[in-house]
T-cell receptor, first 114, second 112 residues
Framework: EAQVTQNPRYLITVTGKKLTVTCSQN?????MSWYRQDPGLGLRQIYY???????DKGDVPEGYKVSRKEKRNFPLILESPSPNQTSLYFC?????????????FGPGTRLTVL | DAKTTQPTSMDCAEGRAANLPCNHS???????VYWYRQIHSQGPQYIIH???NNETNEMASLIITEDRKSSTLILPHATLRDTAVYYC?????????????FGGGTRLMVKP
């Protein structure tokens, strides 16, 4: 089944404790992206990657890192999480240039930073 | 990206067609109309998109007016599982920045 998977789905952590949220897609998509969704603010893009070893900042990249060593994986790293990073996070992918706006989203990761 | 305007909420009876309107009067010639939906706390789901011709897929139909200033998403036989927030987005197809901007959307409630 074609899908985008994220792990963990739920995470409660404390300020400053490094964490990684994994994202994997099995559709051989070139493009991958991370979003966060907060009440009243909609979806905001954190980072995106147009292909392996190519990453770019989105709208709200501060406090996050990403890497794209393989086509299928695009982990989101929070080196020192803070309470303002409490949010619902979505990973998304799309096939290639020209179809960027047809994105497949993962199920989401609900992160709470205490 | 062109601004879109959608009703805040709509109700639909189960089994009936749901017609969700979207106004995009400032749309440019190279901008497409995309529709997504988001069921509560799940990831957004791409539904359909079009440029100027009407489009249909297994999920829905998209009707775009001749002047392209508005469009309607049609769910032909709405089910309870179609209850969601529906987003209309207008963008160029090859936007390298690629940040999808979801506005307020229309909260569709399908009732038995």
């Amino acid at each position: 089944e074609a899908q985008v998977t994220q792990n963990p789905r739920y995470l409660i952590t404390v300020t400053g404790k490094k964490l990684t949220v994994t994202c994997s897609q099995n559709m051989n998509h070139e493009y991958m992206s991370w979003y966060r969704q907060d009440p009243g603010l909609g979806l905001r893009q954190i980072y995106y990657s147009m292909n392996v070893e190519v990453t770019d900042k989105g709208d709200v990249p501060e406090g996050y890192k990403v890497s794209r060593k393989e086509k299928r994986n695009f982990p989101l790293i929070l080196e020192s999480p803070s309470p303002n990073q409490t949010s619902l996070y979505f990973c998304a992918s799309s096939l290639r240039q020209g179809s960027y706006n047809e994105q497949f989203f993962g199920p989401g990761t609900r992160l709470t930073v205490l | 990206d062109a601004k879109t305007t959608q009703p805040t909420s709509m109700d639909c009876a189960e089994g009936r067609a749901a017609n969700l309107p979207c106004n995009h009067s400032t749309i440019s010639g190279n901008e497409y109309v995309y529709w997504y939906r988001q069921i509560h706390s799940q990831g957004p789901q791409y539904i359909i998109h079009g440029l100027k011709n009407n489009e249909t897929n297994e999920m829905a139909s998209l009707i775009i007016t001749e002047d392209r200033k508005s469009s309607t998403l049609i769910l032909p036989h709405a089910t309870l599982r179609d209850t969601a927030v529906y987003y209309c987005i207008v963008r160029v197809a090859n936007n390298a920045g690629n940040m999808l901007t979801f506005g307020g959307g229309t909260r569709l409630m399908v009732k038995p």
